[in-house]
C-alpha cells in the first residue's frame, strides 16, 4: 500500500480534517497494538468497532482491509510519514457553521464541497453562533461572511428604505 492509495480510500469517505487524522491515527495505533503492544487479534473493523466508529467511519476500515496486509513493520511508517505529508499538500477549506454539525450534515457539506470545488478538498469546519442564517467560509486566502447579520447589516440603509416606502404605501 502507498500512502496515496490509503489516503484515497480515506478521501473516499471522510470529509474533515479531524476525520482524516482520526483515521490515520486509528490506523497507527491499530498497527503498533497488533505488533508492538497487547497484540490484538482483531481485524481492523473490529478495532474501528471498538473504538466507538461511526458507520461511515468503518467503512474506511471494510476499504483498507483488502490493503493493510500489504504493510509490515518496516513499511508501515513510511507509508503513514508520506500520508500525513500527503494531507498537508491537500486543499483545505475553513468553513464556520452556526451549529454543532451532524454527520449527515458533514456528509452533505463535504460532497457540495468535492464536487463543486475540488475533488479532495479537506474541510476544517467549525461552529460559530454568529453566522446565523448562513455560514463563513475561507479557502486559498479569502474569507468570505455569508452570514444573515453580516447582509443585514451591509444591506442596512436600502432595508430601512424599503420598509419606510412599504409604510408609506399601507398607511396611506
Same mark, same amino acid.
Given at each position: 500500500?502507498?500512502?496515496?492509495?490509503?489516503?484515497?480510500?480515506?478521501?473516499?469517505?471522510?470529509?474533515?480534517?479531524?476525520?482524516?487524522?482520526?483515521?490515520?491515527?486509528?490506523?497507527?495505533?491499530?498497527?503498533?497494538?497488533?505488533?508492538?503492544?497487547?497484540?490484538?487479534?482483531?481485524?481492523?473493523?473490529?478495532?474501528?468497532?471498538?473504538?466507538?466508529?461511526? %458507520? &461511515?467511519?468503518?467503512?474506511?476500515? +471494510?476499504?483498507?482491509? #483488502?490493503?493493510? =496486509? $500489504?504493510?509490515?513493520?518496516?513499511?508501515?511508517?513510511?507509508?503513514?510519514?508520506?500520508?500525513?505529508?500527503?494531507?498537508?499538500?491537500?486543499?483545505?477549506?475553513?468553513?464556520?457553521?452556526?451549529?454543532?454539525?451532524?454527520?449527515?450534515?458533514?456528509?452533505?457539506?463535504?460532497?457540495?464541497?468535492?464536487?463543486?470545488?475540488? %475533488? &479532495?478538498?479537506?474541510?476544517?469546519? +467549525?461552529?460559530?453562533? #454568529?453566522?446565523? =442564517? $448562513?455560514?463563513?467560509?475561507?479557502?486559498?486566502?479569502?474569507?468570505?461572511?455569508?452570514?444573515?447579520?453580516?447582509?443585514?447589516?451591509?444591506?442596512?440603509?436600502?432595508?430601512?428604505?424599503?420598509?419606510?416606502?412599504?409604510?408609506?404605501?399601507?398607511?396611506?
Amino acid at each position: 500500500m502507498t500512502a496515496d492509495t490509503l489516503i484515497t480510500i480515506i478521501l473516499a469517505h471522510a470529509f474533515t480534517k479531524a476525520e482524516v487524522h482520526r483515521h490515520l491515527w486509528r490506523i497507527r495505533t491499530y498497527l503498533e497494538q497488533r505488533w508492538f503492544g497487547s497484540g490484538t487479534s482483531g481485524t481492523l473493523e473490529e478495532f474501528y468497532s471498538h473504538e466507538g466508529a461511526s %458507520d &461511515r467511519e468503518r467503512a474506511v476500515a +471494510t476499504a483498507l482491509m #483488502s490493503e493493510i =496486509g $500489504g504493510l509490515s513493520k518496516e513499511t508501515v511508517y513510511p507509508v503513514l510519514e508520506g500520508a500525513e505529508e500527503s494531507v498537508k499538500a491537500l486543499p483545505y477549506l475553513s468553513i464556520s457553521i452556526p451549529y454543532p454539525s451532524d454527520d449527515a450534515a458533514v456528509v452533505g457539506i463535504g460532497t457540495w464541497f468535492r464536487n463543486n470545488v475540488h %475533488d &479532495r478538498i479537506v474541510i476544517d469546519m +467549525t461552529t460559530d453562533p #454568529s453566522v446565523v =442564517g $448562513g455560514c463563513a467560509v475561507a479557502y486559498r486566502g479569502y474569507r468570505h461572511d455569508l452570514a444573515l447579520h453580516r447582509a443585514i447589516t451591509k444591506n442596512k440603509e436600502k432595508i430601512r428604505l424599503l420598509l419606510h416606502d412599504y409604510a408609506g404605501k399601507t398607511s396611506g
